[in-house]
């Protein structure tokens, strides 16, 4: 069952058992005070024929005759009687013997009568009776003149009473079903308002279940479901960032899992290719050595690559142990090695370097620098200089690399750190490049919490920082 | 009449061997090495068949599909990439066929005559020195006197024809000739090779390489 249907029958079923409970037990009680007061109206009556007939009790004694006795009793009865006569009340007056001395009732009185036993000469008892379709109130008492008991038994029709409580549940129940009605109405339209931002959240989760993570709940009123409803909101945000972020990665993966394959099978297919022809074809000196001559470029470019993507593999697996370094001793300690590289494309490695301690990883700013200067190396022209310069610029620890070379044209400018990527790839593979030495020293910078920043003007040269953040690091010039 | 194949290839290495073996069996051959010189050289010249590596410069091999379409030139494609996705990417666009590298080249002589042959641009006559032979007919002439030879020998004798110049290993005669299910000896191959050098005269022109198999040499 939904929500709303509980909520709309176990609230009906409340008002119900409520309304009419309460209803009933007002009807009741009003009922009940009528009917007490009618009781004791007739008591008292009764007690007032009583008084005047002891009030006559001297009077009859003095005579003692059984005749007047009655007549007297008659008469007193008959003006009773006539005094109340449109109001239901009945008088029946019998001596000792059970006969009937005055009886105006216009029913029969009945055999049984219960009030009578136990009566003495100072109480009254009374009962309620049904005669017929009417309900008559019977009080007797005692009256003892001249040694004889005269029971005097006053009745009352009560019948109004009964009919106004009759009457007045008639009209709790028209006024019942009125409330009922009214209420269904109004509780429905609550139940299902008050159930309707519940629905509505429970579509949109639907919706994000099926995939659709950029759906979200339009949140209307500011109590708990409304909170509900921003906090599902929160959380969709949070899973669909998540999800985009995954799926970003997984792009980035698979991109670098086909530039791998692309990188792999071009120089195998090469090799392959060549061998495969000298192994088949007549032999013929000059393509035997140009075959050869693909095949050992072909094969180092493997080689080159597999060496790189061994170096990207450890960066992303090892915890490295920094220590305090001094960047210009460690800069020029490689300055021989650099010189060698330099000297095969008659190239002149100049160094401008300030000092500073930082925390490094020796072996990975060896490699940095190594492939920043190796890409300088192959962009440059003979006779030109790279100059490695590091200085402190704003708390910061900055290593440039600076050559004059072809730069880099500006629609490759954001994409050169990606793995695999040449920005000329003909030249790239002529020179035994994989395009993975940007991506590497991307990591390392990442690794020292350093940023690269590249400028750079086709044919005026590329400029390389690498920006060393020392502040909390406790760095600075010495 | 020599067919014309563009290669279009990044890797000059791999367009050049492709261009080796090409030429080899008598294939015209031109090489462009992005998408762009693709474009500006269909603009000026046919070709029979163009061969298509995915991953070029400035227009890739998907994107320039598109441009080739309207040619109406055979492409197969060549690349690296060997997901699913791709080689059926490739074949929707309208590719006719669909190489991984890396390839053997007598696969890839083989796929390019299929390609050629369902476009109708297969040679239907073959000449080799004094040998003629008609593919139509199944018919092999030696000055216009026709030659005797069984099924096998003339499968055989075509496979040598088709990859002139180029060594196949005995393996590679069964599987072409033979087919792929059949579990013969390699000496099957010696006797049919034996008996065609008899019967067409070409005992220098058939070659037993050592450590390999047979080749036709002109």
Not at chain 1, 96 to 121: C, H, K, V, W, Y
Not at chain 1, 161 to 175: G, L
Not at chain 1, 422 to 428: E, S
Request: aromatic residues 8%; charged residues 25%; negative net charge.
């Amino acid at each position: 069952m939904k929500l709303w249907q509980k909520i709309y029958l176990l609230s009906l079923l409340v008002f119900v058992l409520i309304f009419n409970g309460a209803s009933v037990m007002v009807i009741e009680r009003t009922h009940n005070r009528m009917l007490n007061q009618a009781i004791e109206v007739a008591l008292s009556q009764n007690m007032s024929i009583h008084s005047s007939v002891d009030a006559i009790v001297p009077i009859l004694r003095i005579y003692d005759s059984l005749d007047y006795e009655k007549t007297v009793l008659t008469s007193m009865a008959k003006q009773f009687v006539a005094k109340n006569s449109s109001q239901g009340i009945y008088l029946d007056i019998t001596d000792g013997a059970s006969r009937t001395i005055f009886n105006n009732a216009d029913f029969g009185m009945p055999q049984a009568r219960r009030e009578l036993e136990n009566l003495d000469n100072s109480s009254i008892h009374y009962i309620l009776r049904d005669v017929g379709d009417r309900t008559i109130l019977f009080t007797v008492n005692h009256a003892q003149i001249n040694q004889k008991n005269y029971v005097f038994t006053y009745m009352k029709d009560l019948t109004p009473v009964y009919q106004d409580r009759i009457e007045q549940y008639s009209f709790f129940a028209k006024v019942d079903s009125a409330a009922c009605v009214l209420f269904m109405i109004v509780m429905f339209f609550v139940s299902r308002g008050l159930t309707q931002s519940i629905e509505r959240l429970n579509r949109t989760s639907q919706i994000i279940a099926q995939g659709n993570f950029s759906e979200r709940v339009k949140v209307k009123s500011r109590d708990e479901i409304g909170i509900l409803g921003s906090s599902f909101n929160e959380m969709a945000e949070v899973v669909e960032d998540k999800i985009n972020e995954l799926e970003r990665n997984n792009d980035e993966k698979q991109r670098f899992i086909d530039n791998f394959t692309h990188e792999l099978k071009t120089p195998l297919t090469s090799i392959v290719g060549y061998a495969n022809f000298l192994r088949t074809t007549k032999y013929n000196e000059k393509l035997f050595l140009d075959a050869l001559g693909v095949i050992y470029d072909e094969g180092k470019r493997l080689e080159a690559l597999s060496l790189k993507l061994m170096d990207l593999i450890m960066l992303k697996k090892e915890q490295f142990q920094m220590e305090r370094q001094e960047m210009r001793a460690l800069l020029l300690e490689m300055k021989p090695t650099l010189e060698m590289m330099a000297k095969e494309k008659e190239v002149i490695i100049r160094l401008d370097c300030q000092e500073g301690r930082l925390e490094l990883e020796r072996d990975l700013i060896k490699v940095l620098v190594f492939n920043l200067v190796d890409n300088a190396l192959k962009a440059s022209f003979a006779g030109g200089t790279v100059t490695l310069r590091t200085y402190w610029r704003e708390g910061s620890y900055v290593l440039a690399v600076i050559d004059q070379g072809i730069g880099i044209a500006e629609e490759h400018l954001n994409k050169i750190f990606e793995p695999f990527y040449m920005a000329d790839k003909a030249r790239t593979r002529s020179s035994n490049g994989a395009g993975l030495g940007l991506a590497l020293c991307g990591n390392i910078a990442d690794i020292h919490h350093a940023v690269i920043r590249v400028s750079s003007q086709v044919q005026q040269g590329t400029t390389i920082e690498v920006v060393f953040a020392t502040e909390g690091r406790g760095g600075g010039p010495e | 009449m020599t067919k014309k194949i563009l290669i279009i290839e990044d890797d000059i290495h791999i367009s050049k061997i492709i261009k080796m073996n090409l030429n080899l069996v008598n294939y015209d051959t031109t090489e462009v090495y992005d998408g762009l010189a693709a474009i500006e050289i269909l603009k000026r010249e046919k070709f029979d068949l163009i061969l298509l590596d995915v991953m070029i410069p400035h227009l890739d091999g998907f994107e320039l599909m598109e441009r080739i379409k309207p040619y109406g030139t055979p492409v197969i494609f060549l690349t690296a990439k060997n997901s699913v996705y791709d080689k059926v990417n490739g074949l929707k666009l309208g590719a006719d066929d669909y190489m991984v590298k890396p390839f053997e080249a007598i696969e890839l002589l083989a796929r390019i005559e299929t390609v050629l042959r369902r476009y109708g641009k297969e040679e239907r006559m073959m000449e080799f020195q004094h040998v003629q032979v008609d593919l139509d007919k199944r018919e092999v002439l030696i000055q216009m006197e026709p030659v005797e030879l069984t099924p096998k020998e003339y499968d055989l004798l075509v496979v040598l024809l088709k990859n002139k110049n180029i060594a196949l290993t005995r393996e590679q005669f069964l599987d072409k000739v033979w087919g792929g299910d059949y579990y013969g000896e390699t000496r099957t191959v010696d006797m049919h090779i034996k008996s065609l050098r008899k019967k067409l005269n070409l005992q220098d022109q058939i070659k037993t390489i050592y450590k390999i198999g047979y080749r036709l040499e002109d």
